[in-house]
């Protein structure tokens, strides 16, 4: 879960609609951006975060009984790997694409465990070695992937941004990451309110980007059930973002 405190309460954002979201940024992407393969990349992006939520598997709260971030997240190597293993296996079922760019995104995201674990260490070398068989089937350089996975490197960090409200109340300037193109990009809220992305790397002039989160005013749990049970009660409010060139 992606969690933030304001006046309100807690805000609560699942990682699926953060996938969501980042799929709703790549629709907007100047089309000369799209590989080839644009739905089989589209599904990769939304469902790249995607099984991760499993009370049963993972504790969401604190000691204290406070809903934890995903960053706040102690969960060990074993059951990282674990969750990494049914997204690629649900990547695969799919496609052999979808699954070679949630490949990439999972050795960004779990490569520093391959020192630390033996189990890590023989997914990670089988990922390496799925990424081989699948660069040759479709008969590409991996630099050309890697650049398509770029696409989702993108949207996926632009996304957390706007999910966790990073973006400054201020005209400065907040690197998103190195990415399309080879380029680094900026996001900054504008004068008038609405957001800006430098380089510009939309179809459109103009757009705007909706998520659904729900807010909890009860800031403690007695426990896991508690918790989903509330989530599972609680109505959900949009929040939205308009972007302008």
């Given at each position: 879960?992606?969690?933030?405190?304001?006046?309100?309460?807690?805000?609560?954002i699942?990682?699926?609609?953060?996938?969501?979201?980042?799929?709703?940024?790549?629709?907007?992407?100047?089309?000369?951006?799209?590989?080839?393969?644009?739905?089989?990349?589209l599904?990769?992006?939304?469902?790249?975060?995607?099984?991760?939520?499993?009370y049963?598997?993972?504790?969401?709260?604190?000691?204290?009984?406070?809903?934890?971030?995903?960053?706040?997240?102690?969960?060990?190597?074993?059951?990282?790997?674990?969750?990494?293993?049914?997204?690629?296996?649900?990547?695969?079922?799919?496609?052999?694409?979808?699954?070679?760019?949630?490949?990439?995104?999972?050795?960004?995201?779990?490569?520093?465990?391959?020192?630390?674990?033996?189990?890590?260490?023989?997914?990670?070398?089988?990922?390496?070695?799925?990424?081989?068989?699948?660069?040759?089937?479709?008969?590409?350089?991996?630099?050309?992937?890697?650049?398509?996975?770029?696409?989702?490197?993108?949207?996926?960090?632009?996304?957390?941004?706007?999910?966790?409200?990073?973006?400054?109340?201020?005209?400065?300037?907040?690197?998103?990451?190195?990415?399309?193109?080879?380029?680094?990009?900026?996001?900054?809220?504008?004068?008038?309110?609405?957001?800006?992305?430098?380089?510009?790397?939309?179809?459109?002039?103009?757009?705007?980007?909706?998520?659904?989160?729900?807010?909890?005013?009860?800031?403690?749990?007695?426990?896991?059930?508690?918790?989903?049970?509330?989530?599972?009660?609680?109505?959900?409010?949009?929040?939205?973002?308009?972007?302008?060139?």
């Amino acid at each position: 879960m992606i969690v933030r405190k304001t006046h309100q309460g807690l805000h609560v954002i699942f990682q699926a609609s953060h996938g969501l979201l980042a799929g709703k940024i790549a629709e907007q992407l100047m089309v000369k951006y799209r590989p080839p393969l644009w739905l089989e990349t589209l599904v990769a992006v939304v469902e790249h975060d995607d099984q991760q939520l499993d009370y049963k598997e993972k504790n969401y709260l604190s000691e204290l009984g406070i809903p934890l971030d995903f960053s706040e997240d102690s969960t060990g190597a074993i059951k990282s790997i674990k969750r990494a293993k049914r997204v690629f296996v649900q990547a695969k079922s799919k496609s052999i694409w979808t699954a070679l760019l949630v490949s990439f995104h999972l050795d960004f995201l779990y490569g520093s465990l391959k020192e630390k674990n033996v189990k890590a260490k023989l997914f990670l070398n089988a990922q390496k070695a799925f990424r081989k068989k699948a660069i040759a089937y479709f008969g590409i350089e991996e630099k050309k992937a890697l650049a398509h996975y770029a696409l989702l490197s993108f949207c996926d960090r632009c996304s957390l941004i706007l999910c966790k409200d990073e973006v400054p109340d201020t005209e400065r300037k907040l690197e998103i990451n190195t990415s399309i193109d080879g380029k680094t990009y900026y996001i900054h809220r504008q004068k008038n309110g609405t957001l800006c992305i430098e380089p510009w790397c939309f179809e459109t002039d103009s757009f705007e980007l909706s998520i659904e989160e729900t807010i909890l005013e009860q800031t403690k749990y007695k426990n896991q059930e508690e918790l989903k049970d509330v989530l599972d009660t609680l109505p959900r409010r949009n929040m939205t973002w308009k972007f302008e060139k």
